[in-house]
Structure formats: structure tokens, C-alpha cells
């Protein structure tokens, strides 16, 4: 006797489900495309492989709800409710609570810039930044990403990396075509490679403008309970503020910030497995 072939109908809740969640990851890539800067329903709709006409609803309903602005003739941009959401997710991450008050400090003693980061992959993600009260501004940002190589941050959070891996992320932005181009990047290999196992003995880094052109800084890596960099942070200036005297006198101010958010999130200074290598 032949058996029943279970059919699932298209009203099925499974089916419902699976098209919400559908709409639903297809919303929050249109968000993304938008965020990379794809703002025009023909690039976004090319991007997800989707109709024009579905995606022009899609982003209608962003609209309506807040998560995307759309401005005539111009695109669509996030709209309030996602910058209202970045900021409690800000909020909520006990690492940016923690550490405001340190950097706060930081940026107050100094007079300079001053950022912390996480690594993201090969690069660093800004999680804040205190701007300088010099008047100075750089292209640094809260939610920007840079290569960890060619960055001061991004340096100190390489102090927790094997060195083995120190030259793939050399590399990786040595080659880059912005790098190759004319942009500024990191120090030869050989230099480099000489610099790094220098900071790592004293646990603080440089960057000579190896990022932007006319920025120098002093960065700093941030330890868990675990003694895991977990963080970094770094005070940076245009080249007038930042001979290399100063950046020399700046290295342990720096740290010294590092390893008070260090302590706020468990580490110990004394020596032992949790302590400083």
C-alpha cells in the first residue's frame, strides 16, 4: 500500500516561519547595503538578488519604522532608531562603560585624541573616541574599521597575537592597492618586524604615520582576567604635538591607562600567569 506523502502547505506555520525569517534576514541586509554605502534601490536590489519591487517595499517599511531615512534623490540612509540603537548597544557593553572614565581622563591629561579599539578579524573596530581639544580632527570614528598592522591601536592589540602572524598582517596591508597607490602604510618588514618585538618588551607601541598622513600615536593593549589582550587604546596627535620625545614620554602614561582598564576587568598586575607577560 502506498504511503501518504506529507505534503507541508504554503499556509503551514513552518512555511510562515520560514518566509518571516527570510523577510526578515533580507531587511537586515538591506540595512547593511545601506550602511556600506549602497543607497539607491537598484544597487541595494542587485546586491540581494532580489526585485526592485520587493525590495522598494522592504525599504518603505524600514522607512515607516525608523531604521532607514530616505532622502528624494538621493538614497536611503539609517535613520534614527538604529543610531538610537548603536548607542544603548554602546551602553551595554561593559567594556565601553568601563573604560569611558579611563579614556576620558586620558584625552584630559593630554590634550590629544583618544580611541579604543577591539580586533575585528584583521582589522581594528573603534568602539569610542575622545575627541582632541587641540581643534584637530581625523578621519577616526566610532564603528570604523582600519588594518590592525598600519594603526597604533591596531598594533597594540597585535601584542596579544603570536608574531608568527605579525608578518601575514604586515603584508596584508603592504600590498594593499590604497597602500601600493601612494597611501600611507607600515614600516618595511625587516624594521617593522625589529619595532614590534621592541614594543612588545615594553608593552606600549608607536604609529609614525603609518595610517594617516600628518597622525602620530601611542598605543596601549587592554588585558582580561585571563591576561588575553582583549582591547586597546591610543592617544593620538598631528606630528607638531607628537615629536618623538613625546611619544617616548607618552608610552607609559598611555599604558598606565591601559592597565587601569586592565584592573577593572579582573587583571592583576603581579607578576604570576595573570600578569603582565
Not at 510562515?16 to 537598484?42: N, S
Request: proline share 8%; charged share 25%; with cysteine.
Amino acid at each position: 500500500m502506498t504511503q501518504p506523502v506529507d505534503v507541508i502547505d504554503p499556509a503551514t506555520p513552518e512555511r510562515r516561519q520560514a518566509a518571516g525569517t527570510q523577510t526578515l534576514l533580507r531587511g537586515l541586509a538591506a540595512i547593511e547595503c545601506v550602511a556600506t554605502g549602497t543607497t539607491e534601490v537598484k544597487g541595494i536590489a542587485a546586491r540581494l538578488n532580489t526585485p526592485r519591487s520587493t525590495v522598494h517595499r522592504m525599504l518603505n517599511s524600514l522607512v515607516a519604522e525608523g531604521y532607514l531615512h530616505h532622502v528624494p534623490y538621493k538614497g536611503y540612509l539609517l535613520g534614527p532608531k538604529l543610531i538610537e540603537l548603536g548607542m544603548r548597544a554602546l551602553e551595554q557593553r561593559p567594556l565601553v562603560a568601563l573604560a569611558r572614565p579611563h579614556i576620558e581622563a586620558l584625552a584630559q591629561r593630554t590634550g590629544d585624541t583618544v580611541h579604543l579599539g577591539v580586533v575585528d578579524g584583521d582589522e581594528v573596530f573603534y568602539l569610542d573616541k575622545i575627541p582632541s581639544t587641540r581643534g584637530l580632527e581625523m578621519r577616526s570614528r566610532v564603528g570604523l574599521r582600519m588594518p590592525l598592522a598600519s594603526t597604533g591601536i591596531g598594533k597594540a592589540l597585535m601584542l596579544g597575537m603570536p608574531p608568527s602572524r605579525w608578518r601575514q598582517l604586515h603584508d596584508a596591508v603592504a600590498t594593499a592597492p590604497d597602500t601600493v597607490g601612494g597611501r600611507p602604510g607600515p614600516l618595511p618588514w625587516p624594521k617593522y618586524e625589529k619595532l614590534m618585538a621592541g614594543f612588545l618588551r615594553r608593552d606600549w607601541v608607536l604609529d609614525l604615520e603609518e595610517n594617516e598622513i600628518g597622525v602620530r600615536c601611542v598605543g596601549a593593549p587592554v588585558r582580561d582576567i585571563s591576561n588575553q589582550v582583549v582591547a586597546a587604546i591610543s592617544v593620538a596627535s598631528a606630528v607638531p604635538y607628537m615629536p618623538d620625545e613625546r611619544m617616548a614620554e607618552l608610552g607609559p602614561i598611555v599604558r598606565a591607562a591601559a592597565d587601569a582598564i586592565s584592573k577593572e576587568l579582573g587583571w592583576k598586575q603581579d607578576g604570576s600567569a595573570t600578569g603582565r607577560p
